[in-house]
């Protein structure tokens, strides 16, 4: 099994640029909000065909109370992104939606400073920077 993180990273930014435009598309004729339900129905069969060829299904009572609260936050969040995000390319152009969105990055960078402890390096700050300046100049 593939165990290196950017390659999955690369995968997942893959994955998102194709949800902008897909999205966009999808949400062209109906409610954002239905649009993003019927999403998360295909992420979790998706899911539970990975999970079922994986072998990895486990009984919620050998699960830790920590990392169940802290998925159920995250679902929370998620659902809450997904919803603005749908909205917003429904309103918007996926081009200026998109940049906007990956200011997340942006937020995880401080976010991870703040609770997990991870280092700020002065490339990280850079980073980030660049990020934001990006994002306002595909933006405006």
Known sequence: MINDWKLFALFSAIFAALTAIFGKIGVSEINSNLATFIRT??????????????????????????????????????????????RALQLGPASKVAPVDKLSVVFVILLAALFLNEPLKIKTI?????????????AI
């Open 126 to 138: 850079v980073g980030g920077i660049l990020v934001c300046a990006g994002t306002v100049i595909l």
């Open 41 to 86: 129905i295909v992420i979790l069969m998706v899911s539970a065909l990975f999970i079922s060829f994986n072998k990895e299904w486990v009984l919620p009572s050998e699960l830790s109370k920590k990392s169940l609260l802290f998925l159920i936050l995250s679902g929370f969040a998620t659902g809450s992104s997904w919803l603005c995000y749908y």
